[in-house]
C-alpha cells in the first residue's frame, strides 16, 4: 500500500493530532512513514500543511511532489484548495466546510464551494457541527480522520486503537468521545463517496 | 536488541547522542532544532543519568559549555539554529584550535526558504573555515545512527564535529530503528596534550600547523564513511553529485533508480578520490545540495576549466529557498531532456480563489495590547523609529499593528535603537523580549546605561520563550533586578501588567518615558497564554 496525504488547516487548528494518530498506527503495522510538519513563526494562525505518507516499502522523499498526492486533508476548505497543484488527478478531498476566517479578505463562501464542487472527488460537510452532536467542539480533527479513513488502506480497528493509544492519558471519557467522533465522521464520508 | 520509533529528526539525532552516552546537551531554542533538547529533557534514559539539559543563555554560552564538557573527557553537544552558530561563531572557531577531548558534536540546524528564520546561510560554510568535519544525514535513521558514529569520530580524530541539519529532516517524522541499551557515559579524564587548550599565540602556532596537517585524516575520514555513496548507474552522460536530503529528492524522482551515476555525500570535507572517480567516469556533473552551492562552488572553482559542471551557480538548479522532489525534478529535465522514467509533475493548476493567510499574533497575547498602548504613545510624533528583535513580537510588523521599523537579529532592537538616538533620532524605542533581551539585549543595555542615551526600551515579558513553543527563560523574575544591577536609573525601570484595562495606563507610561531625557526600560509583563494554557492544563491534571 502506499497512500500520500497533504494535511492542510490553520496553526492551532489541531492538524498534526490527526499525523500523530495515523504514525502510531502505522508505527504498529509495521509500515513506512514519513510526515513533515512546520514548526516556528508559520504557527501563529498563518496557513499550516504536513505532508504525511504510509507505505509498505521504503519512503524516500519527506515531501510529496506535485502531482503526487492520494488525499488532501483539510480543517478549513480554503486550505484544502491550497494544495490543489499536489493532488494526483484521480485523488481525492476531504474537507470541513467551516470557514476559519483571521483574514480580512477571506474569500466569499459559495466561491470556494463552487471551486470545490468543480472537483469531481470531493467529501465536504460541516465537520465541526458533526463534532459538537456526537462528541465535543474539539473534536473535528477526529470527524475529520474518520472522514479520511475510507482512503487510507488500513483496518479502521487499528485507527481506533491507535486513537486510544494516543489519548490514553486523558481518560476514557476522552477516548470514548474521539473514537465516537472518529466512526461518525467515517459513517458520513462513506455516504457521500 | 533494536526497537522502533517514529521520531523528528531532530529527537532521533538526540536520542541516538543518549544511546552514545552523551552526558550533557546544550542549547538556546532555535527553529528548526529546539526539539533536539527537549527531547533530552524529557528522555527516561537522560533523566536518570542526570544528562545535563537546561536551556542556555545563548548559544554562545552553551558552546563554551559543551566545550568545557569536552575538556573533561565527556561526550557533549550542543545544538542551534543557523544563525545560532553566528552567535557561537567565537567559541566555535576556537573549539578547532583546542580540538575535542570527550565527543564533542557540534548541531546547526539550517531553514533553507525561512520557515521561521531572516536569512537562507548555510553552516557547511562554517565547517569548512574552521576546518572541522561535517555530517550532513539524508534521513531520521541517518541522524540517529550519526550521533554515536560522530562521537566516535570526535574522540578518534580529537575535533569536534558539525552535523547540519535543514528544517526538511529537522522537523519530520519517520520509523528509526534505535539501541535499546545505551551505552555507559564516558568517565572523568583531561586532555593528553593540555597545551592545545590554551590559545597564546605560542602554542596556537604549534596547534594551526597541527589543524593543517589533520586535514589529511579528516579527508580520508570522508573517504571511508559508510554515509558518502557511490552507486553505479548506466547513462554516464550526467554524474550526480547529491548530498544530504536533496538525495532523498533525487531518488524519489526515479523511484529509488536514478539512470545516472550518484555520488552520495553526507560526510565532509568533501571525499576528493570518490569525487574524481565520478567525474572520470561521467561527460558533466549536476551539483544538488540543499541550501548554498558550497559543493559546486569548490568543484567548479574559479577557472571553470573542466567537464561541464550543472548547479545552483550555472542556473540549473533553483539557487534560493529549499530544494523539493518538483526543484530536482526540473533540474533534471533541463539537464537530460530526454531522460526517461521521471514522475509526471502537476495536473492541477493554483486556486484563483486562494488567498495568503500570514501569520499572526495569538488573540489575547500581551504584546497585542504593548503595541496598542505604544502606537497610540508615538502618534503624536513626528517621526518615531521602533527597532524591533526576534520573536513572536515581530509579527507586530504586520497589520493591524504595523508597529516596528526593524528586525536583524538577537539583540539588535537596544543597540540599533541606541545608534539611531546617537544619531539623533527621537524618539528612538526598542522593543525586545525577556529571552532575547537575556540572550544578547543585557550587554547593548549596558551601553545605553553607561551614556545615559535618551531612548526608551520595552522588554516585554511573557515569561517564556514564546516563538519557538515555550521554552524556560533565562531572566524570569530577574528582569528588573537585571536592569538595575546594569546600572539603571531606579526611577526609570518601571513595570506594568500588558492587560486589555491597561492600554491607556501604559500609553501614558511610554509617554512619559519617551519625554525623558536619558534612558529608560519598561518592563510589560503577562505570561504567554499559550504557556498559561499549558500551565493550567498541567495544574489540572
Ligand atoms: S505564542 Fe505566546 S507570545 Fe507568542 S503570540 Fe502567542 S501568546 Fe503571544
Known amino acids: ?193 | 536488541m533494536k526497537t522502533k520509533r517514529l521520531l523528528l529528526g531532530d529527537e532521533a539525532f538526540a536520542l541516538g547522542a543518549i544511546n552514545a552516552g552523551l552526558s550533557g546537551a546544550y542549547a538556546y531554542p532555535g527553529t528548526p532544532s529546539t526539539e533536539i533538547l527537549e527531547f533530552v529533557q524529557k528522555d527516561p534514559v537522560a533523566r536518570e543519568r542526570g544528562i545535563h539539559s537546561h536551556w542556555s543563555s545563548n548559544e554562545k554560552t552553551a558552546m563554551e559549555e559543551a566545550l568545557g564538557m569536552s575538556f573533561c573527557g565527556k561526550r557533549s553537544m550542543t545544538s542551534m539554529k543557523h544563525v545560532g552558530l553566528n552567535v557561537a561563531a567565537d567559541p566555535f572557531v576556537n573549539s578547532a584550535m583546542t580540538g575535542a577531548n570527550g565527543g564533542l558534536l557540534v548541531v546547526a540546524a539550517d531553514d533553507p526558504s525561512m520557515h521561521s528564520s531572516q536569512n537562507e546561510q548555510d553552516s557547511r560554510f562554517y565547517a569548512d573555515f574552521a576546518m572541522i568535519p561535517l555530517l550532513e544525514p539524508s534521513s531520521q535513521q541517518e541522524a540517529y545512527d550519526m550521533a554515536a558514529y560522530g562521537f566516535e569520530l570526535s574522540e578518534r580524530l580529537a575535533i569536534p564535529v558539525v552535523v547540519r541539519f535543514v528544517t526538511r529532516l529537522s522537523h519530520s517524522r519517520a520509523v528509526v530503528e534505535c539501541h535499546d541499551e545505551p551505552a555507559p557515559e564516558n568517565s572523568l579524564h583531561y586532555p593528553a596534550n593540555p597545551l592545545q587548550w590554551v590559545l597564546m599565540p605560542a602554542m596556537s602556532k604549534r596547534r594551526n600547523r597541527q589543524l593543517i596537517a589533520d586535514q589529511e585524516s579528516f579527508e580520508r575520514a570522508s573517504e571511508e564513511s559508510p554515509f558518502n555513496k557511490y552507486i553505479e548507474g548506466a547513462d554516464h552522460r550526467v554524474g550526480i553529485v547529491a548530498s544530504g536530503v536533496a538525495f532523498n529528492y533525487l531518488m524519489e524522482c526515479f523511484d529509488g533508480n536514478p539512470p545516472f551515476p550518484v555520488l552520495k555525500i553526507s560526510q565532509y570535507p568533501l571525499p576528493k578520490k570518490s569525487l574524481r572517480r565520478l567525474y572520470d567516469s561521467c561527460d558533466s556533473l549536476l551539483v544538488l545540495e540543499e541550501g548554498q552551492p558550497v559543493i559546486e562552488r569548490q568543484l567548479r572553482g574559479v577557472f571553470d576549466a573542466g567537464k561541464k559542471i550543472y548547479g545552483k551557480l550555472s542556473g540549473d538548479v533553483v539557487r534560493d529557498g529549499e530544494l523539493s522532489p518538483d526543484a530536482v525534478r526540473a533540474s533534471i529535465l533541463k539537464v537530460r531532456p530526454d531522460v526517461k522514467g521521471l514522475s509526471e509533475g502537476a495536473i492541477h493548476g493554483d486556486s484563483d480563489v486562494v488567498v495568503s493567510r500570514p501569520p499572526a499574533l495569538c488573540p489575547g497575547c500581551g504584546h497585542r495590547d504593548v503595541y496598542a498602548a505604544l502606537n497610540a504613545a508615538l502618534a503624536e510624533y513626528e517621526s518615531p523609529k521602533v527597532f524591533g528583535d526576534i520573536g513572536c513580537y515581530t509579527l507586530g510588523f504586520l497589520k493591524p499593528f504595523s508597529a516596528i521599523d526593524t528586525c536583524v537579529d538577537m539583540g539588535a532592537s537596544i543597540t540599533m535603537a541606541k545608534g539611531a538616538s546617537d544619531a539623533g533620532q527621537f524618539p528612538a524605542v526598542a522593543i525586545i523580549g525577556d529571552s532575547t533581551f537575556t540572550h544578547s539585549g543585557m550587554t547593548g543595555l549596558l551601553d545605553a546605561i553607561n551614556e545615559d542615551t535618551s531612548m526608551l526600551v520595552i522588554i516585554s515579558d511573557n515569561l517564556t520563550t514564546g516563538m519557538t513553543g515555550g521554552q524556560d527563560s533565562q531572566g524570569t523574575g530577574k528582569l528588573e533586578e537585571i536592569c538595575l544591577g546594569l546600572g539603571a536609573n531606579p526611577a526609570h525601570v518601571r513595570t506594568i501588567d500588558s492587560l486589555p484595562k491597561n492600554v491607556e495606563e501604559m500609553k501614558q507610561l511610554f509617554k512619559e518615558e519617551i519625554e525623558h531625557k536619558g534612558l529608560s526600560v519598561v518592563i510589560s509583563r503577562r505570561e504567554c497564554i499559550q504557556t498559561a494554557r499549558r500551565h493550567a492544563g498541567a495544574k489540572k491534571a
Not at chain 1, 489541531?14 to 510538519?37: M, P, R
Not at chain 1, 504510509?54 to 480543517?75: E, F, K, N, Q, T
Not at chain 1, 487510507?152 to 486513537?163: G, L, S, V, W
Request: hydrophobic fraction near 45%; charged fraction near 20%; aromatic fraction near 6%.
Open chain 1, 1 to 193: 500500500m502506499k497512500t500520500d496525504i497533504v494535511l492542510a488547516g490553520v496553526g492551532g487548528q489541531g492538524i498534526l493530532t490527526i499525523a500523530t494518530i495515523l504514525g502510531a498506527a502505522a508505527l504498529k503495522e509495521n509500515l513506512f512513514l514519513k510526515q513533515a510538519e512546520v514548526h516556528g513563526m508559520s504557527q501563529r494562525g498563518g496557513d499550516v500543511q504536513s505532508n504525511l505518507r504510509i507505505s509498505s516499502s521504503p519512503i524516500h522523499s519527506d515531501l510529496i511532489p506535485l502531482g503526487g498526492a492520494d488525499l488532501i486533508v483539510s480543517l478549513e476548505p480554503m486550505e484544502a484548495l491550497r494544495y490543489l497543484p499536489y493532488l494526483k488527478e484521480s485523488g481525492w478531498i476531504v474537507t470541513n466546510t467551516q470557514p476559519f476566517v483571521n483574514i480580512d479578505n477571506y474569500p466569499e463562501m459559495e466561491k470556494v464551494e463552487a471551486e470545490l464542487a468543480r472537483h469531481p472527488h470531493v467529501v465536504a460537510f460541516n465537520m465541526d457541527e458533526v463534532a459538537k452532536e456526537v462528541a465535543t467542539a474539539r473534536s473535528s480533527n477526529l470527524v475529520l480522520l474518520g472522514a479520511a479513513s475510507p482512503f487510507i488502506e488500513m483496518d479502521p480497528e487499528k485507527i481506533t486503537e491507535a486513537i486510544a493509544a494516543v489519548f490514553g492519558s486523558k481518560g476514557e471519557k476522552i477516548v470514548e468521545s474521539n473514537i465516537a467522533a472518529f466512526r461518525e465522521g467515517r459513517v458520513r464520508a462513506t455516504e457521500k463517496m
